[in-house]
């Protein structure tokens, strides 16, 4: 199956009210152009799920910038003073999450576990209302998977079926998110014929991806 097709087409199943992630770690492996193509497009009450708020005007910054998001998962968010700016106001719904725990929540979802034990956060405010388990005499918190509608990932290569190659730290949440969501766009530097791509460089399998578009 020929999966590429243009960033309008890939774009145009993203609805208002959808839960989104956006592969990237400081902007790094942020699909840029597919965001670009959904600020565009102008849907809005998005939740959000990435690493970070970028910065301003840049990564899912953009998003932020045009007040998209109603709720927004996220690790850090301190390089982002428009971010900020809307938390202090309560314009946003900004659940913090530490890194470890978002990848694995995510990584949860993509796998259909029922959620994760951790022990980070245990005795601090971030237990509060949540399921403690003690195995083996420990607390862990349980978390819950987060699954969204749509990835937005970005890749290095991608062959026509959707096998994908990521770029050193570019990797990051990228797979992780590609396999948390029901709907999967992956914007890939290099676009290749079925079988150019060694299957033993595939980082991740093209089952997990539903369009593929040229990026720079």
């Known amino acids: ?20 992630m956006i592969g990237g770690f400081m902007t790094v492996g942020t699909p840029e152009a597919l965001v670009d193509a959904v600020v565009e497009k102008g849907v809005n009450n998005l939740t959000l799920v990435c690493n970070d708020a970028g910065v301003p ?31 202090a106001e309560e314009k946003i719904d900004a659940v913090l999450v530490p890194q470890g725990t978002l ?3 995510i ?16 005795g601090t405010d971030v237990e509060k209302g949540k399921e403690k388990i003690t195995v083996d005499g420990r607390e862990f918190l349980l978390e819950p998977p987060i699954k969204g509608d749509v990835a937005l990932i970005k ?13 050193k730290s570019a990797q990051n949440f990228n797979p992780l998110m590609a396999m948390a969501c029901d709907y999967v766009i992956v914007e890939a ?28």
Do not use: C, W
């Not at 199956?1 to 989104?20: F, H, L, P, W, Y």
């Not at 093209?206 to 578009?213: L, P, S, W």
């Open 1 to 20: 199956m020929n999966k590429v097709t243009t960033i309008s087409d890939a774009v145009a199943r993203i609805e208002n009210g959808m839960t989104v």
């Open 107 to 122: 990584r949860a979802a993509g796998v259909g576990l029922g959620g994760i034990l951790t022990p980070t956060g245990v």
């Open 189 to 216: 530097e290099h676009v290749e014929d079925v079988g150019v791509i060694d299957p033993d460089h595939v980082m991740l399998p093209g089952i997990f991806v539903d369009a593929v578009v040229k990026g720079v």
């Open 57 to 87: 005007g840049m990564g899912a910054g953009k998003f932020i910038r045009r007040d998209m998001a109603s709720r927004f998962y996220a690790s850090h968010v301190g390089l982002n003073p428009e971010f900020g700016k809307l938390m």
């Open 155 to 167: 890749a290095f290569r991608a062959d026509r079926q959707g096998n994908l190659v990521f770029r």
């Open 103 to 105: 990848a694995e929540r």
